[in-house]
């Protein structure tokens, strides 16, 4: 009997997904968008100090490798010939620092995650250097002078690992976020693996011009940064190098954004003026601002959003960015062991439909905009005899939708344009009560994409967009029109604005909580 025939779909596209809980390989088809098949793989996260947050570098990329080979293998029992696969995009956690040796391979210390706070000292050590240096700062990365960025871990790891400081001084050190250290290994790793990484991640280090698009010689002085270890920056939709291992050898990685920035093309944000906001381990809020740097008064970051192709103009965004979002879930599971899975909060909340006026600020790693405070300490305020569980669940769920209340109206007054909807993605989107809870806090509509896959289908889009490759048309007449579902706000204006002051006092409560001294000693 013959072998059935393989399905004929058209030219396909891949992307890693690699995020801070979790590794992903999702294929595409590149006329439809459609997803067609996919693998996950949990990444461990580990805490070794107080506020200390790390990964292994070599788990991450073991784990994109897993992912693609366990796709293929789905697709191979769909009867989808993988050789339709043209092209690879990459989007990651952003901040996340690796340093590596470039003739071995190997990381010369644990990958340190964006949420890691060990770099406080190193921040206010910096600050004193020159008066008035957050606006040095600021006015060309669009950032604060702050633990999350890539600069000061970096600075870290040059001060304090031995390793790193004999790797820099032999020539044998290279750096990169989690991008960077991707595609250095799927590319050929010390066999020529290709350095390099694209204009959204390299706008999160610190010491990118967001203005000139290249490394700045004044910031790298300022950090101390050698900037020989620095990767080659590129546009977000180019071929950078093919891979040399594993079932799509010789397809080229031709898309790399930061995941936010994947989600707002992958939201099909392209105009002006139109906002995306993803929930994954933290809240991130993207408004497009076209091709001019918006600068923002009230605690918003001003970032690259994308540059789709070598001779495309570089577009910018405004951010609110939020730590802790499903990394609550997380916390809730593994520290507190009130529930087994990420799922079950959903239904723990649905059982008392209110927080009973208890409050959750989970400012596990400090408060990120509006208030970049690192002195802040997550707290649950409001507890009676009558709290329970559901009542904790059902105020984590709303922690998430205050804090993104909380930038959203920081970007409506730098705008001057408030949002009429916000576009949702990520995870935590599968929550019908988190999305119910947002519309009413917001009091205005939220509208979810049938396929929440968002950050994914962006980095993919750039892929198969390259030049080269072709094969996925960014014209606004050839995109998909995707589903949507709406949430409407299901509560009086009142009521959203009684929940939102208080929320505002619990805030304020969590702030100026910790001092350098013991939060790096590990002293409460």
Request: glycine share 8%; proline share 4%.
């Amino acid at each position: 009997m013959a072998a059935p025939k393989k399905a004929v779909l058209g030219p396909l596209v891949g992307a890693v997904d690699q995020g801070t809980s979790s590794t992903r390989f999702l294929v595409f088809n590149s006329k439809t968008a459609e997803l067609l098949s996919h693998h996950q793989v949990e990444i461990k996260q580990e805490f070794p100090k107080e506020g200390w947050v790390e990964q292994d570098p070599k788990e991450i990329l073991q784990s994109v490798y897993e992912c693609i080979e366990k796709t293929c293998e789905k697709l191979g029992q769909l009867n989808i010939d993988i050789s339709n696969i043209k092209a690879i995009g990459v989007s990651n956690q952003r901040e996340t620092t690796v340093v590596w040796d470039k003739l071995t391979g190997e990381p010369l210390y644990n990958a340190i995650v964006w949420l890691d706070l060990r770099t406080q000292s190193t921040v206010e050590n910096l600050s004193k250097r020159i008066p008035g240096n957050n606006n040095f700062v600021k006015s060309k990365t669009g950032l604060p002078l702050s633990t999350y960025f890539s600069a000061v871990k970096l600075r870290w790891l040059l001060d304090n690992v031995e390793k790193v400081q004999k790797a820099v001084r032999e020539d044998r050190a290279l750096f990169g976020t989690i991008d960077s250290w991707l595609i250095w290994s799927l590319t050929g790793g010390a066999n020529g693996g290709v350095h390099c990484t694209d204009v959204t991640n390299a706008s999160r280090t610190m010491l990118f011009n967001i203005h000139s698009l290249e490394w700045d010689k004044d910031l790298c002085k300022f950090f101390g940064i050698p900037k020989k270890i620095l990767p080659n920056v590129r546009s977000s939709s180019e071929i950078y190098g093919l891979m040399k291992a594993g079932a799509l050898e010789g397809v080229p990685i031709s898309g790399c954004l930061g995941d936010q920035s994947a989600a707002l093309v992958g939201q099909m944000c392209f105009r002006d003026g139109q906002a995306k906001n993803t929930y994954g381990t933290g809240c991130f809020l993207l408004c497009n601002t076209g091709p001019k740097c918006v600068f923002s008064d009230h605690g918003l970051l001003t970032t690259v959003a994308y540059k789709l192709g070598r001779d495309k103009p570089v577009y910018y965004a405004l951010e609110g960015s939020v730590a802790i979002a499903g990394a609550v879930t997380r916390w809730l599971r593994d520290n507190l062991g009130i529930i087994k899975s990420s799922e079950e909060i959903e239904k723990l909340a649905k059982e008392v439909g209110t927080s009973y006026g208890c409050y959750f600020v989970p400012a596990f790693s400090g408060l990120y905009a509006p208030y970049w405070d690192p002195s802040a300490r997550g707290i649950i305020c409001g507890l009676t005899q009558f709290t329970n569980k559901c009542h904790i669940a059902f105020a984590a769920l709303e922690a998430v939708c205050f804090q993104t209340r909380e930038i959203l109206d920081a970007m409506n007054r730098d705008c001057g344009i408030p949002l009429s909807h916000l576009q949702v993605d990520g995870g935590m989107t599968s929550n019908k009560i988190l999305m119910q809870l947002q519309a009413d806090i917001l009091y205005i509509p939220v509208v979810k994409p049938s396929m929440p896959e968002t950050t994914a289908l962006g980095a993919a889009m750039a892929a198969g967009a390259a030049e080269g490759v072709g094969v996925w048309s960014l014209e606004p007449e050839d995109l998909s029109a995707v589903t949507m579902e709406r949430f409407e706000p299901q509560i009086n204006a009142e009521e959203s604005e009684i929940r939102y002051s208080t929320w505002k006092k619990a805030v304020m409560k969590s702030m100026g909580w910790v001092t350098t001294q013991s939060s790096e000693s590990g002293i409460p």
